[in-house]
């Protein structure tokens, strides 16, 4: 079969790392860059780091606003489609890049099989949240990662082309602990195990309010230990903008964003994480880290169910007392499948094109 993949941002990088190495065993893949994310620390050391194939185009899509940044995307993946006529496309997550290429691919009517499927935050002011329900809405082949995702779904009226696989980012997680163990970056950083909070921050509702901004930069220079602090260039942009620099305590270690296996393994030696990550809650909770989530709400609620994720929003009260008390002891269940999602997809792909073959 002939598929093409479409990613554009760090996390699709991360999620199409094994469903791509499956893929390629006995089909032909098309890997298409929309260049959504471009810098190399959030781009090319993900393709590097885990083996992922050289882009077949790169269509250097850039920063934009949404409207400018999806429509350039759908112009240029449609050309795309109509040269190489693919069986399936693939879409991961809930980008710009997996609303665009959804909508090129379902007005050509090709199949597209959508990975990460059925979750929902139910906060439609969050940009993904209208990407993810669209996405969903225009796919045939619905990769879901948890029981959550298959009752929203159903709930929207989707049944049809649902396959409950497991999570593809505990697939790669699963494959890259070993490696990540020998990571120096604890030893580069001066940081003990156990010893030191790890932070990100980048959605808009945090980093684009500067009110929300600097109050988070304060609690965390008033942190007790040290705070790893890898920052994001959206998050970057506007730490700048506003100068708040200065304010930021000299517990807080800023850096670059970080390649995947140093991250992994600052995750996994992490005391507690602060972050408003979708990726991050799932990875601390198969890590067995707290996770302090600065958000309202969460597509990943069975992390906050089960004891280790806690929703704090901007609540300085919240996230004070959740620095200090949040110490989670349960068990961890299976949450995210058994880390075999990446070949269950790709069974799912070609048993559909043996079926159209079929029936045509
Ligand atoms: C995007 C996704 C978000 C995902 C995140 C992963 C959308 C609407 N948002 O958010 O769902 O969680 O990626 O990290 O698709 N920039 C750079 N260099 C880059 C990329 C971006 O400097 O390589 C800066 C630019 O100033 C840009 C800003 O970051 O305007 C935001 O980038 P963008 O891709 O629009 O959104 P993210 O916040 O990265
Ligand atoms: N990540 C990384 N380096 C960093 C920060 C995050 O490799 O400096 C990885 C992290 O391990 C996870 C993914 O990026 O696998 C999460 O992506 P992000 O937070 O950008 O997006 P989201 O999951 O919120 O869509």
Same mark, same amino acid.
């Given at each position: 079969?002939?598929?093409?993949?479409?990613?554009?941002?760090?996390?699709?990088? +991360?999620?199409?790392?094994? !469903?791509?190495?499956?893929?390629?065993?006995?089909?032909?893949?098309?890997?298409?860059?929309?260049?959504?994310?471009?810098?190399?620390? /959030?781009?090319?050391?993900?393709?590097?780091? /885990?083996?992922?194939?050289?882009?077949?185009?790169?269509?250097?899509?850039?920063?934009?606003?949404?409207?400018?940044?999806?429509?350039?995307?759908?112009?240029?993946?449609?050309?795309?489609?109509?040269?190489?006529?693919?069986?399936?496309?693939?879409?991961?997550?809930?980008?710009?890049?997996?609303?665009?290429?959804?909508?090129?691919?379902?007005?050509?009517?090709?199949?597209?099989?959508?990975?990460?499927?059925?979750?929902?935050?139910?906060?439609?002011?969050?940009?993904?949240?209208?990407?993810?329900?669209?996405?969903?809405?225009?796919?045939?082949?619905?990769?879901?990662?948890?029981?959550?995702?298959?009752?929203? /779904?159903?709930?929207?009226?989707?049944?049809?082309? !649902?396959? *409950?696989?497991?999570?593809?980012?505990?697939? !790669?997680?699963?494959?890259?602990?070993?490696?990540?163990?020998?990571?120096?970056?604890?030893?580069?950083?001066?940081?003990?195990?156990?010893?030191?909070?790890?932070?990100?921050?980048?959605?808009?509702? %945090?980093?684009?309010?500067?009110?929300? *901004? =600097?109050?988070?930069?304060?609690? *965390?220079?008033?942190?007790?230990?040290?705070? +790893?602090?890898?920052?994001?260039?959206?998050?970057?942009?506007?730490?700048?903008?506003?100068?708040?620099?200065?304010?930021?305590?000299?517990?807080?270690?800023?850096?670059?964003?970080? =390649?995947?296996?140093?991250?992994?393994?600052?995750? @996994? %030696?992490?005391?507690?994480?602060?972050?408003?990550?979708?990726?991050? @809650?799932?990875?601390?909770?198969?890590?067995?880290?707290?996770?302090?989530?600065?958000?309202? %709400?969460?597509?990943?609620?069975?992390?906050?169910?089960?004891?280790?994720? !806690?929703?704090?929003?901007?609540?300085?009260?919240?996230?004070?007392?959740?620095?200090?008390?949040? %110490?989670?002891?349960?068990?961890?269940?299976?949450?995210?499948?058994?880390?075999?999602? =990446?070949?269950?997809?790709?069974?799912?792909?070609?048993?559909?094109?043996?079926?159209?073959?079929?029936?045509?």
């Amino acid at each position: 079969m002939k598929i093409v993949s479409i990613v554009g941002a760090r996390p699709q990088f +991360i999620k199409c790392a094994p !469903v791509s190495k499956e893929l390629r065993k006995n089909n032909h893949e098309i890997l298409i860059h929309t260049g959504q994310h471009y810098d190399y620390e /959030l781009s090319k050391v993900f393709f590097d780091q /885990l083996g992922i194939p050289t882009p077949d185009y790169n269509l250097e899509v850039g920063s934009a606003s949404h409207g400018k940044q999806t429509g350039t995307m759908l112009v240029e993946i449609e050309k795309v489609l109509l040269d190489e006529k693919p069986d399936v496309v693939l879409v991961y997550g809930d980008t710009n890049s997996t609303l665009a290429g959804a909508l090129a691919s379902v007005k050509l009517h090709i199949p597209i099989g959508h990975v990460e499927a059925g979750l929902r935050s139910f906060d439609r002011n969050m940009p993904e949240e209208i990407n993810r329900v669209l996405t969903d809405h225009a796919s045939d082949l619905l990769f879901v990662p948890t029981q959550t995702a298959v009752t929203n /779904l159903k709930k929207e009226g989707i049944s049809q082309g !649902v396959f *409950l696989v497991g999570d593809v980012m505990y697939d !790669v997680l699963k494959q890259s602990t070993g490696i990540a163990s020998k990571s120096q970056i604890l030893e580069i950083l001066g940081v003990q195990p156990k010893e030191y909070f790890l932070t990100t921050i980048h959605r808009p509702s %945090n980093t684009d309010n500067i009110q929300n *901004l =600097s109050q988070i930069l304060e609690i *965390l220079s008033s942190a007790a230990k040290k705070v +790893i602090f890898p920052v994001h260039p959206r998050t970057m942009h506007f730490i700048k903008k506003h100068g708040l620099e200065r304010s930021i305590g000299a517990n807080v270690h800023m850096m670059k964003s970080v =390649s995947y296996f140093d991250f992994l393994w600052l995750e @996994q %030696n992490a005391e507690k994480i602060l972050t408003d990550s979708g990726g991050i @809650q799932k990875e601390s909770y198969i890590l067995k880290v707290p996770c302090i989530t600065l958000r309202e %709400n969460t597509e990943w609620v069975e992390t906050i169910a089960d004891g280790w994720n !806690v929703l704090v929003g901007t609540n300085k009260e919240k996230i004070i007392d959740a620095i200090q008390h949040f %110490n989670p002891t349960g068990e961890q269940r299976d949450l995210f499948g058994t880390g075999d999602a =990446s070949t269950k997809i790709v069974k799912i792909i070609e048993d559909y094109g043996s079926d159209s073959i079929n029936h045509t």
